[in-house]
Each structure stands twice: as C-alpha cells, then as structure tokens.
T-cell receptor, first 113, second 116 residues
Framework: AQSVSQHNHHVILSEAASLELGCNYS??????LFWYVQYPGQHLQLLLK??????LVKGIKGFEAEFIKSKFSFNLRKPSVQWSDTAEYFC???????????FGTGTKLQVIP | DVKVTQSSRYLVKRTGEKVFLECVQD?????MFWYRQDPGLGLRLIYF???????EKGDIPEGYSVSREKKERFSLILESASTNQTSMYLC???????????????FGPGTRLTVT
C-alpha cells in the first residue's frame, strides 16, 4: 500500500515570498501524483497533477510541482505567494487497482499581507 | 462543470442513532469515494465504489457501511453513531483511469457531523 508524507504542517509566509511544500511518497510501482487545495470555506479542488511525461507540471494560479522519481518526491512550488493563497494543501498519490488515492496530512499555508 | 453534492452541510446526531449521509454526482463517474477529514490527519478513505452495487473497504471502514444502488448516488451509513465519528465527511467522484488519462477526484462541499 502507498503512503504519503508532507513535511510541513503549518507554514507562514509574507506576500511575495517563495513557497516550497514538501511531499514524499512510498510505493514501488507507477504512480499518479496530485496536489489539492482547500481554500477557507470551499471545496477541496485539484491544483495540479502528474500522470506521465514531463516531470515538471504546472497548475492553476502559478503553482508548479516537480516529480523526482529517484527521491519519491513531488514538491509544490510558487515563486511569489499572495494573500489569496492562504489555504490548506494536500499531496496525494494514486496507485494500484481501482485508482485508490492516498492523501497526506495536509499543510496549512498562511500568507501575511 | 462537475458537481458533487452532499445532502447536508451540518448534522447533529445523538450517540447510537443511525445516520445516513448522501452524495450525488452529475458527471456519470464510475468511481465514488467517502473520506473523513480530521485536523492533523488529512483525508482518510472510508469506502469507495467503482460500480453500482460494488464497494471496497478503504483504510478506516469500521463503524461504517455504504450503499450504491444507482450510479450517481453513494450513501455512507453510520450504523450506530459514536462520538469518535464526529468529523467532516467528504464525498468524491472520478472517472476510471485509462492508459493515457489520470483520475483526479471531484469533491463535494462536505458534511460536518457532530455526534453528542
């Protein structure tokens, strides 16, 4: 069974700072990787995904993530955060039959104006 | 636009009651999921279904059951609610993966259940 580890539980940044949220997974086979975001009071929604091909994937709102297979990592980045990026971010890995997806414990990002 | 709706945003029940949480999706998705979301624990999969009348246990199925009689509807049942089932419950749906597409999940707004 797969597992996902998010290193940071709570991150506080000032506006315009750069962001990197760590995500590591454990699974020996082919995986699909996702980052989801939950803005305050809103549905969980997809930020970006990796299925195959270019390991650097771009998502909505200027976010990107890089899949490094040798490190089992899929870190989320944004060069310059905004106050509106305040949210909880979840890394997730999908593998195996029936497309079961396992989520990390989440990182709460607080951006200070 | 995919829409996943859940029957209630907030629900308060007493210990021992039987509780039904309903989820409906309008995109003809084969897969449907129930998660619970707790602070510091992220999302944990309770049950999922990949077809009508089919179900698979997730990581924390104890104390729960599910029903999928129609493709668009997936119900979560708490047979006898307990205080440790107080949580946010999220429903999601997705298409099956193919050789060239992934299977991102679409989530409902959640039901915050309090068991007293």
């Amino acid at each position: 069974a797969q597992s996902v580890s998010q290193h940071n539980h709570h991150v506080i940044l000032s506006e315009a700072a750069s962001l990197e949220l760590g995500c590591n997974y454990s699974y020996g086979g082919t995986v699909n990787l996702f980052w989801y975001v939950q803005y305050p009071g809103q549905h969980l929604q997809l930020l970006l995904k990796y299925f195959s091909g270019d390991p650097l994937v771009k998502g909505i709102k200027g976010f990107e993530a890089e899949f490094i297979k040798s490190k089992f990592s899929f870190n989320l980045r944004k060069p310059s955060v905004q106050w509106s990026d305040t949210a909880e971010y979840f890394c997730a890995v999908g593998a195996g039959g029936y497309q079961k997806v396992t989520f990390g414990t989440g990182t709460k990002l607080q951006v200070i104006p | 636009d995919v829409k996943v709706t859940q029957s209630s945003r907030y629900l308060v029940k007493r210990t021992g009651e039987k509780v039904f949480l309903e989820c409906v999706q309008d995109m003809d998705h084969e897969n449907m999921f129930w998660y619970r979301q707790d602070p510091g624990l992220g999302l944990r999969l309770i049950y999922f279904s990949y077809d009508v009348k089919m179900k698979e246990k997730g990581d924390i199925p104890e104390g729960y059951s599910v029903s999928r009689e129609k493709k668009e509807r997936f119900s979560l049942i708490l047979e006898s609610a307990s205080t440790n089932q107080t949580s946010m419950y999220l429903c999601a749906s997705s298409t099956p993966a193919t050789g060239v597409t992934s299977y991102e999940q679409y989530f409902g707004p959640g039901t915050r259940l309090t068991v007293t």
